[in-house]
């Protein structure tokens, strides 16, 4: 499956004025942002494990690389995985019934997706980086070094 197919459906939930399709609009978004990030950092050499833990750590590996456009997609990722969050499971929040504000949402996963994607033709720049914080902060063992 592609990521992307994820923002799609974003999009299309967005424009619903039922507040599930709403929440569901941001769940949605994150996650097409989460994976295709994801996706760019496992490219520097090492997979995470399938749990929470790689949201929390995503970001940092993110920041690590010292691409400026990575490091702000890192804090869009970090605040789009609050809302999502917040959608999943604040039940009594208000904060999405404005459709403006999932509009929002769904809007910053869309610029994660364009950052991802141009940042593939700089990778080699910011994968030692990201590999030796891997490596020496997370622990990680890199593809190529077993």
């Known amino acids: 499956m592609n990521p992307r197919d994820f923002l799609s459906l974003a999009g299309r939930l ?4 039922v507040e599930a399709s709403q929440r569901t609009a941001i769940s949605r978004a994150n996650y097409a942002a989460f994976h295709q990030s994801r996706t760019l950092v496992e490219a520097c050499g090492f997979k995470f494990a399938n749990s929470g833990e790689c949201h929390t750590k995503l970001p940092y590996c993110l920041q690590a690389s010292n691409d400026t456009e990575q490091i702000v997609v890192a804090q869009k990722l970090d605040s789009l995985r609050r809302a999502r969050n917040d959608a999943d499971y604040n039940l009594t929040t208000a904060r999405f019934l404005p459709p403006a504000s999932v509009t ?3 809007q910053t996963a869309h610029e994660i997706s364009v950052a991802v994607q141009a940042a ?5 720049t910011f994968r ?3 590999r030796q914080y891997a490596a020496s902060v997370l622990k990680k063992v890199l593809e190529g070094d077993e």
């Open 104 to 106: 929002r949402f769904v």
């Open 14 to 17: 967005a424009t619903d004025t």
């Open 128 to 130: 030692p980086l990201v």
């Open 120 to 124: 593939q033709s700089r990778l080699l």
